[in-house]
T-cell receptor, first 111, second 113 residues
Framework: EDQVTQSPEALRLQEGESSSLNCSYTVSGLRGLFWYRQDPGKGPEFLFTLYSAGEEKEKERLKATLTKKESFLHITAPKPEDSATYLCAVHELFNDYKLSFGAGTTVTVRA | DAGVTQSPTHLIKTRGQHVTLRCSPISGHKSVSWYQQVLGQGPQFIFQYYEKEERGRGNFPDRFSARQFPNYSSELNVNALLLGDSALYLC????????????FGQGTRLTVV
């Protein structure tokens, strides 16, 4: 069964046009939720870890939030260099040896 | 400080051959995890090693094996390669077994022909 579902699959934005990415998850217990950025052919680049509902973290134009069922990655006034695939992953209380990833959202920002 | 380093970066192998992929974790990190990423999908967990012991294994056949050395570096071995093994293989290094400060390497692109 799918534990992590990301939407939309793809997002095309105009430079400066803010938007949000969604990551919904179903786990029996959450140790942490991770957000990564991945450029084509490269390894995922760590962005944030969120641990409890209500937690928020920010980095430049990115802000991640967490509820008990989903996480959002808000991109404020994006620039072309924000174009990438954004991956979310959950770290469960049980089976804690692995991260379970969603398929990602590919963001394209046009100048 | 050096990040997670993987070698080689690219590799082309023939069906039925064997391959060994290598990973050096960040200095001070004791855990190494391996993931397979097929184009258009998220990474899928293969193995986690912590303090040289296997902590978990994903849903991969026995053709896949791994080990961690005393210096915490790791090798992923795949025997009897299939076309479907073509993927980006990622190594994640973390401070402990709980994915604290977990960072990925740049990956090894394996193509099986």
């Amino acid at each position: 069964e799918d534990q992590v579902t990301q939407s939309p699959e793809a997002l095309r934005l105009q430079e400066g046009e803010s938007s949000s990415l969604n990551c919904s998850y179903t786990v029996s217990g959450l140790r942490g939720l991770f957000w990564y950025r991945q450029d084509p052919g490269k390894g995922p680049e760590f962005l944030f870890t969120l641990y409890s509902a209500g937690e928020e973290k920010e980095k430049e134009r990115l802000k991640a939030t967490l509820t008990k069922k989903e996480s959002f990655l808000h991109i404020t006034a994006p620039k072309p260099e924000d174009s990438a695939t954004y991956l979310c992953a959950v770290h469960e209380l049980f089976n804690d040896y692995k991260l379970s990833f969603g398929a990602g959202t590919t963001v394209t920002v046009r100048a | 400080d050096a990040g997670v380093t993987q070698s080689p970066t690219h590799l082309i192998k023939t069906r039925g051959q064997h391959v060994t992929l290598r990973c050096s974790p960040i200095s001070g990190h004791k855990s190494v995890s391996w993931y397979q990423q097929v184009l258009g999908q998220g990474p899928q967990f293969i193995f986690q090693y912590y303090e040289k012991e296997e902590r978990g294994r994903g849903n991969f056949p026995d053709r896949f094996s791994a080990r961690q050395f005393p210096n915490y570096s790791s090798e992923l071995n795949v025997n009897a390669l299939l076309l479907g093994d073509s993927a980006l293989y990622l190594c994640a290094s973390s401070l402990d077994r709980g994915y604290t400060e977990a960072f990925f390497g740049q990956g090894t692109r394996l193509t099986v022909v």
